[in-house]
Protein backbone atom coordinates (compact mmCIF):
# COMPACT_ATOMS: atom_id res chain seq x y z
CA UNK A 1 0.00 0.00 0.00
CA UNK A 2 1.76 3.36 -0.80
CA UNK A 3 -0.15 6.18 -0.27
CA UNK A 4 1.66 9.31 -1.63
CA UNK A 5 2.03 12.36 -0.18
CA UNK A 6 2.66 14.27 -3.40
CA UNK A 7 -0.03 15.95 -5.18
CA UNK A 8 -1.30 12.92 -7.16
CA UNK A 9 -1.11 15.33 -10.94
CA UNK A 10 2.39 13.94 -10.98
CA UNK A 11 1.25 10.55 -11.25
CA UNK A 12 1.16 8.31 -14.59
CA UNK A 13 -1.88 6.37 -15.65
CA UNK A 14 -0.76 3.36 -13.69
CA UNK A 15 0.22 5.26 -10.34
CA UNK A 16 -2.94 6.98 -10.19
CA UNK A 17 -5.60 3.86 -10.65
CA UNK A 18 -3.24 2.48 -8.06
CA UNK A 19 -3.22 4.99 -5.69
CA UNK A 20 -7.52 5.08 -6.23
CA UNK A 21 -7.64 1.57 -5.65
CA UNK A 22 -5.10 1.15 -2.56
CA UNK A 23 -6.92 4.46 -0.63
CA UNK A 24 -10.25 2.54 -1.20
CA UNK A 25 -8.64 -0.01 0.72
CA UNK A 26 -7.22 1.91 3.34
CA UNK A 27 -10.33 3.85 4.15
CA UNK A 28 -12.31 0.42 4.27
CA UNK A 29 -9.12 -1.00 6.95
CA UNK A 30 -9.99 1.86 8.94
CA UNK A 31 -13.96 1.64 7.93
CA UNK A 32 -13.15 -1.67 9.81
CA UNK A 33 -14.35 -3.45 7.14
CA UNK A 34 -11.26 -5.93 6.69
CA UNK A 35 -9.30 -8.17 8.73
CA UNK A 36 -5.78 -7.50 7.03
CA UNK A 37 -3.75 -4.68 6.84
CA UNK A 38 -4.83 -3.11 10.30
CA UNK A 39 -1.39 -1.86 11.17
CA UNK A 40 0.09 -0.91 7.75
CA UNK A 41 2.42 2.02 8.99
CA UNK A 42 0.94 4.26 6.04
CA UNK A 43 -2.12 4.24 8.01
CA UNK A 44 -0.66 6.02 10.59
CA UNK A 45 -0.74 9.44 9.51
CA UNK A 46 -4.94 8.96 9.40
CA UNK A 47 -5.38 7.10 12.13
CA UNK A 48 -3.93 9.76 14.43
CA UNK A 49 -6.47 12.37 13.05
CA UNK A 50 -9.50 12.15 15.62
CA UNK A 51 -11.70 11.52 12.55
CA UNK A 52 -9.71 8.93 10.08
CA UNK A 53 -12.60 8.06 7.57
CA UNK A 54 -12.77 11.68 7.44
CA UNK A 55 -8.99 12.02 7.11
CA UNK A 56 -8.86 9.20 4.28
CA UNK A 57 -12.13 10.63 2.71
CA UNK A 58 -10.35 13.94 2.25
CA UNK A 59 -7.51 12.50 0.92
CA UNK A 60 -9.66 10.24 -1.96
CA UNK A 61 -11.55 13.18 -2.88
CA UNK A 62 -8.53 14.92 -4.22
CA UNK A 63 -7.45 11.87 -5.79
CA UNK A 64 -11.21 12.07 -7.74
CA UNK A 65 -10.43 15.29 -8.43
CA UNK A 66 -7.59 14.32 -10.69
CA UNK A 67 -8.96 11.43 -12.11
CA UNK A 68 -11.85 13.79 -13.24
CA UNK A 69 -9.51 16.63 -14.58
CA UNK A 70 -8.16 13.21 -16.75
CA UNK A 71 -11.47 12.55 -17.99
CA UNK A 72 -11.38 9.43 -15.74
CA UNK A 73 -14.25 7.49 -14.86
CA UNK A 74 -13.34 7.21 -10.64
CA UNK A 75 -16.94 6.62 -8.80
CA UNK A 76 -16.99 9.23 -6.14
CA UNK A 77 -19.90 7.28 -4.41
CA UNK A 78 -17.33 5.27 -3.09
CA UNK A 79 -15.87 7.73 -1.02
CA UNK A 80 -17.23 7.44 2.52
CA UNK A 81 -17.19 10.67 4.13
CA UNK A 82 -14.54 13.73 4.10
CA UNK A 83 -14.10 16.36 5.71
CA UNK A 84 -13.61 19.94 4.22
CA UNK A 85 -10.81 22.36 4.87
CA UNK A 86 -8.99 19.08 6.85
CA UNK A 87 -5.24 19.43 6.31
CA UNK A 88 -2.48 17.11 7.71
CA UNK A 89 1.17 17.10 7.93
CA UNK A 90 4.02 15.75 5.85
CA UNK A 91 7.88 16.36 6.80
CA UNK A 92 10.02 17.81 3.59
CA UNK A 93 12.04 14.46 4.03
CA UNK A 94 8.81 12.33 3.63
CA UNK A 95 7.98 13.66 0.60
CA UNK A 96 11.33 13.92 -1.14
CA UNK A 97 11.48 10.07 -0.32
CA UNK A 98 8.58 9.84 -2.19
CA UNK A 99 9.35 11.60 -5.01
CA UNK A 100 12.78 9.69 -5.69
CA UNK A 101 10.68 6.79 -4.68
CA UNK A 102 8.17 7.66 -7.31
CA UNK A 103 10.62 9.02 -10.19
CA UNK A 104 12.78 5.32 -10.25
CA UNK A 105 8.80 3.53 -10.67
CA UNK A 106 8.35 6.25 -13.66
CA UNK A 107 11.51 5.41 -15.14
CA UNK A 108 10.59 1.64 -15.66
CA UNK A 109 7.07 2.34 -17.02
CA UNK A 110 6.76 5.51 -18.01
CA UNK A 111 9.80 7.46 -19.07
CA UNK A 112 7.55 10.49 -20.79
CA UNK A 113 6.08 11.35 -16.86
CA UNK A 114 9.30 10.75 -15.75
CA UNK A 115 11.11 13.37 -18.06
CA UNK A 116 8.20 15.59 -16.97
CA UNK A 117 8.63 15.54 -13.73
CA UNK A 118 12.27 16.11 -14.14
CA UNK A 119 10.85 19.62 -14.90
CA UNK A 120 9.82 19.62 -11.04
CA UNK A 121 12.18 21.91 -8.94
CA UNK A 122 10.27 20.85 -5.33
CA UNK A 123 6.60 18.49 -6.02
CA UNK A 124 3.76 20.28 -4.58
CA UNK A 125 1.87 18.11 -1.44
CA UNK A 126 -1.16 16.38 -1.83
CA UNK A 127 -3.90 18.67 -1.15
CA UNK A 128 -4.53 16.74 2.01
CA UNK A 129 -1.25 17.39 3.23
CA UNK A 130 1.51 20.78 4.49
CA UNK A 131 4.83 20.48 4.33
CA UNK A 132 6.39 20.85 7.49
CA UNK A 133 10.32 20.70 8.12
CA UNK A 134 11.79 17.18 9.33
CA UNK A 135 12.95 13.74 8.27
CA UNK A 136 11.85 10.90 6.52
CA UNK A 137 8.88 9.87 8.86
CA UNK A 138 8.97 7.18 11.25
CA UNK A 139 6.56 4.81 9.74
CA UNK A 140 8.08 5.12 6.45
CA UNK A 141 9.98 1.57 5.00
CA UNK A 142 12.67 2.85 3.66
CA UNK A 143 14.12 0.87 0.43
CA UNK A 144 16.91 1.18 -1.72
Known amino acids: MRLWSFHPKYLDARGLVALW??????????????KGYRQHPQLLRFQQYHFPLAAMGSYLNFVQIEAVAREYKFDATKIMEHEEG???SVTKGQLLYEWEHLQKKLKRRDLQ??????????????????????DIAKWEIISE
Open 21 to 34: REALLAQKVLAGQT
Open 86 to 88: LTL
Open 113 to 134: KYQANLLVDHPLCHPLFHEIAG
